[in-house]
């Protein structure tokens, strides 16, 4: 038997008891005449103690070459310590070692195993499997597998069955790029690696299943901007006759319960916001609520007047920053400078300080007076004390804009507590979205989503304003869940098809089986996915996926531990009946 117990439950009352323990050297300190060890797993960490007058001499000797990462296993007696150690659990005992065992020995680890390592990130990423002993990677991979169990819990309590779809599929537009696999027994034909199981969870509920859940692995080969991974793990729930309310309802419960067992934290009923409000309030599809700062839309006064760069505008609007009318010249100009970085892109920034006497000092004093001033202030919702900053442009450009510098003063004052949790459910998603590089209109969310009834006549007039029946969950300013009502007519089906720019032709090729199995009587249908990465780390209360995922890729999508991706050999190619040429 390797152990009798593990290195984090002994106790003042196991005092006497012959044990054994089995573990990692954390920590060696060699006195000579007495050595101290602290033993480390999973569980926590137990000192061991080798003592010239009471262990054997071979013992001792061999406890002089342990290094650093040794795995070995000690049998020996539980004593109560002299010096305490109230730190850990462990701490008022040690382990008066008669046998120890090397099971393992270790090369000198290329960074320290402890909470707070010497470590660089990649250097980790190439040594995930000894990142992985240290308390905080560990913590987080046990808290992503207690949120699971959670969630299949939650769903299995309310019928939903657990099915795995096929890995190797055919390509479906979700908006990113696919992964590919060659098929040897297929000649110069490919898989797709599913961008999500989307059109399968369809058929599920053509084959009638009724409520299905997957946590499951999907694949998009994006450029990996801040936080994606190239492979990343969603909860995937699709269910029949249900309506967009059922959905909401049952997912916003599941959210809560997820909040409430793993966090202990309790959320009221989400509020709602209709993707319009969400842009004009937030100039973001995915606010953050936890504070205000909402948008004050001052294009009809700040038109009024004789200053050009707003009259050119299709839009001014502020946020009042509170408390921050306290920033100096200099605090302002560097402000300035970073909304103008061409990551926010700004072209420049118009302030006004809210004087505590009730009078306005503002950037633009030459052409707003006091009263234009005080109008600014009250759409923006501005106090005394506060900062109000203003960017014009076009409009959407400019929402982004000051969604980001919204997002930043709020970072800079501390309002985006990890421990406060803020859901709300964004709706009327637009149904497509114009893309400026193809010229045509593409799906927002994809092209199975139901377009709202009473939009459909505009497909063909105002195909912009079609609003779909799609929703977002979004927790802390982040998209944590995205769903939708899914056409289940092949009429309607065929006319999003052809509004897509697909001919009825590639529809076919591309779409044949989902159409062909809406002939056969599909039942009303809607689901959504949660990015199960990201939902993992904002419960953890950190914002970066990585930090969750065992073994994840670096921004170049690289995994740096396996060397991967890699070259294939000659031989593999022939198989595959490839030829590879790099330009
Ligand atoms: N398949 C969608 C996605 O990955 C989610 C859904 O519509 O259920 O975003």
Redesign the pocket.
């Known amino acids: 038997m390797y152990r009798t117990h593990d290195c984090g439950s002994l106790r003042v009352s196991d005092v006497n008891k012959e044990v054994t323990l089995s573990g990692w050297v954390q920590k060696s300190r060699d006195k000579g005449f007495m050595i101290w060890v602290d033993l480390r797993d999973r569980y926590g960490i137990t000192q061991l103690i080798f003592d010239e007058d009471r262990t054997d001499e071979i013992v001792m000797k061999t406890a002089q070459t342990l290094g650093r990462e040794y795995v070995i296993q000690v049998k020996g007696t539980v004593i109560e310590r002299e010096s305490k150690n109230a730190k850990i659990p462990t701490g008022d005992v040690e382990i008066l070692v008669k046998e120890l065992k090397i099971l393992s020995a270790s090369k000198t680890p290329p960074f320290t195993i402890e909470d707070e390592t010497d470590g660089g990130e990649e250097l980790r990423m190439k040594y995930r499997y000894l990142d992985i002993r240290r308390n905080p990677v560990r913590e987080n991979l046990i808290f992503r597998s207690k949120v699971a169990m959670q969630v299949r819990n939650f769903l299995a309590s309310k019928d939903f069955v657990e099915v795995e779809t096929p890995v190797l599929i055919k390509s479906t537009p ?1 908006g990113a790029r696919d992964f590919v696999v060659p098929s040897r027994m297929n000649e110069g034909q490919f898989y797709a690696l599913p ?4 059109t399968f ?1 369809q058929l599920l509920m053509v084959g009638g299943l009724d409520k299905y859940f997957q946590i499951v692995k ?1 694949f998009r080969d994006e450029d990996l901007r801040a936080d994606r991974q190239p492979e990343f793990t ?1 909860i ?3 269910m029949s006759f249900v309506e967009q309310e059922d959905v909401l309802n049952i997912f916003e419960e599941m959210t809560r319960h997820l909040l409430k067992e793993v966090k202990n934290v309790q959320v009221d009923k989400f509020p709602r916001m209709t993707y319009q409000e969400a842009m004009e309030k937030y100039g973001n599809d995915k606010p953050d609520i936890r504070f205000g700062m909402e948008f004050g839309d001052l294009s009809a006064f700040a038109k009024a007047r004789d200053f050009k760069i707003f009259n050119e505008a299709e839009i001014v609007v502020g946020i009042a920053v509170p408390g921050a009318a306290s920033m100096t010249r200099k605090e302002i100009d560097k402000l300035i400078d970073w909304v103008k970085r061409p990551q926010v892109g700004a072209l420049g920034m118009v302030y006004v300080k809210c004087n505590e006497d009730g009078s306005f000092k503002s950037s633009v004093d030459k052409f707003y007076s006091q009263e234009d001033l005080a109008q600014w202030a009250e759409a923006t919702g501005a106090q005394a004390g506060d900062l109000i900053c203003v960017l014009s442009g076009p409009t959407n450009k400019t929402r982004t804009q000051l969604s980001a510098l919204r997002m930043e003063m709020a970072e800079r004052l501390g309002l985006r507590n990890p421990e406060e949790f803020a859901p709300l459910w964004v709706i009327d998603f637009p149904l497509l979205e114009w893309d400026e590089d193809t010229e045509r209109y593409h799906a927002m ?2 092209p ?2 139901s377009p709202k009834p009473e939009d459909i006549e505009k497909l063909s007039t105002d195909p912009g304003n079609v609003r779909a029946n ?1 929703y977002d969950l979004v927790l802390n300013g982040n998209e944590i ?4 009502v ?1 056409i289940f007519d092949k009429e309607l089906q065929a006319l999003m098809f052809n509004h897509l720019g697909f001919t009825p032709e590639e529809a076919r090729a591309q779409f044949g089986f989902l159409m062909d199995a809406f002939e056969y009587g599909a039942p009303p249908h809607a ?3 949660f990015g199960f990465d990201r939902l993992v780390s904002i419960l953890g209360g950190q914002e970066t996926i990585r930090d969750f995922i065992a073994f994840p890729k670096n921004n170049s999508g690289r995994d740096v531990m396996i060397d991967a991706p890699a070259a294939i050999d000659q031989e593999q190619l022939q198989e595959l009946n490839l030829k590879v040429t790099v330009e």
């Open positions: 979700e961008q999500s199981p989307q969870k999907c969603q995937d729930c699709e969310h994809h199975f989503t799609a869940g995205g769903g939708s899914r689901g959504l996915a």
